[in-house]
């Protein structure tokens, strides 16, 4: 990544669907990473030529992906602004929740999912689109020939359709089927009248046992909408489509600042947004779990930031997606001079607002009552840019397709407060994207 990356214009007869750009996404380290931005129109950014491939497998040393992570960062070039789109070249992947859980003490478990602990592509070139507009990035010396190859590409490139459940039939397994997900969030309130906790995150495994199109997965996970933080990546013989709105980390290291903005507390859409909105403003049990997890992600910033340099700039703002509305807060840490993304990961990963608190203590207790590895479910994907911006989400909303399966994780945050029928039918409420994409 020696030359600078720069844009120029690429003019297509029709600009591309979402799923021709899906279409190309096939190869180990492609990539179609989707939204990423805070103002207006969706960004839809196409990564079809990955340069270099990174994986640290869950054999290797519980604390490889840690080294991956900042060799990944220290290789990437900080040049400036190279355009205004989020991504123009850098390394995209994900960091999944078992290295996180062995950051915390937990061992982890990794032997029944398909995807490593932590992988990353290098990428140099792609196509941006936006608003009805196509345009390339690449090092100053490419554009021209990449400019045909991605118009080759896009001509050649067969429709994905984002329907995949019609005429087939699934075997749909749940790890904590029938009372097993209801007697965990009793398990977890024994915990905390105990004092061992104060607060858990719970989540069931749904498994399709089918061959999908990863493709087509993402695409009917997104239909409704594209969320803040969605992406289609392929690995070797697995990819992962997510539709997360949660933002776990942005960095931006050449202002210094860092920021994250949990999501906790949950209330299902039934047709009436504003009343709905009102339930959740007014639930003092979600209210107390959002408070308790903004407290913990200001005390995991305050361990990189100086002293007084933590803020809550945005506190209790309502996202609203598909089928929920959620609680969102915005935590920012500045001044953060030479602090490194690593540094960053070791003082924040995995996120509090889908472990719980206190953070190990909760991460034991997951490791417990979760009968299988989460994987890259409730990890951090996203990308180091070359820009000197990085930016990851909380892999919610998020499935694994392998050539024999599917899996789709869901659960919530499970306080004292907690009603066991409740939770289960929350976690249930937000899986209907899954069930949506399956056709059920």
């Not at 996404?25 to 990174?54: H, K, M």
């Not at 239909?223 to 990819?239: F, V």
């Not at 931006?252 to 709905?276: C, L």
Request: glycine share 10%; proline share 5%.
């Amino acid at each position: 990544m020696s030359h600078r990356a720069v844009m120029r214009a690429l003019r297509l007869p029709v600009t591309p669907s979402r799923g021709r750009l899906a279409a190309l996404v096939g190869v180990p380290g492609s990539a179609l990473l989707e939204g990423w931005c805070d103002d207006g129109d969706p960004w839809s950014i196409l990564l079809p030529w990955p340069e270099e491939v990174r994986e640290c497998r869950s054999s290797q040393s519980a604390d490889d992906w840690r080294t991956m992570l900042a060799s990944i960062e220290s290789a990437t070039p900080e040049i400036g602004p190279t355009c205004d789109i989020p991504f123009a070249g850098g390394w995209v992947g994900f960091v999944s929740y078992e290295a996180g859980a062995a950051h915390e003490a937990a061992i982890p478990r990794s032997d029944d999912v398909a995807e490593p602990l932590a992988f990353f592509a290098r990428h140099e070139a792609g196509l941006a689109v936006r608003g009805g507009e196509a345009s390339i990035f690449a090092p100053s010396g490419e554009i021209e020939l990449r400019a045909r190859e991605i118009a080759e590409l896009l001509d050649s490139a067969t429709e994905v359709e984002p329907r995949i459940g019609a005429g087939k039939s699934f075997v749909l397994d749940d790890s904590l089927g029938g009372e097993s997900y209801r007697n965990g969030v009793e398990t977890i309130r024994g915990m905390i009248r105990d004092g061992d906790v104060y607060q858990v995150n719970l989540t069931r495994r749904l498994t399709a046992r089918a061959a999908l199109d990863a493709r087509a997965v993402y695409l009917a996970l997104t239909r409704d909408g594209i969320p803040r933080c969605a992406a289609l990546i392929a690995g070797g013989g697995w990819s992962i489509a997510s539709a997360s709105p949660e933002v776990f980390l942005r960095h931006d290291r050449m202002r210094g600042v860092a920021e994250s903005r949990p999501i906790k507390g949950t209330v299902r859409r039934r047709g009436d947004d504003p009343s709905e909105i009102g339930e959740l403003l007014g639930s003092a049990k979600d209210l107390a779990e959002h408070l308790m997890i903004v407290d913990l992600v200001r005390n995991d910033l305050g361990k990189v930031a100086p002293p007084g340099r933590v803020t809550v700039p945005h506190f209790l703002t309502v996202r609203t997606i598909p089928h929920l509305h959620h609680l969102e807060s915005t935590v920012r840490a500045d001044m953060l001079g030479a602090t490194t993304l690593a540094q960053l990961f070791d003082a924040l990963f995995p996120g509090g607002s889908i472990t719980g608190a206190p953070k190990r203590a909760a991460v034991a207790a997951i490791r417990a009552l979760e009968p299988c590895a989460r994987g890259v479910y409730t990890g951090a994907i996203g990308f180091v840019g070359v820009n000197g911006v990085s930016e990851l989400s909380i892999a919610i909303r998020t499935a694994v397709i392998t050539r024999d399966e599917t899996r789709y994780h869901a659960g919530g945050g499970i306080v004292w407060d907690s009603d066991a029928r409740g939770e289960d039918d929350e976690s249930r409420a937000k899986s209907l994207a899954f069930f949506r994409a399956l056709g059920l």
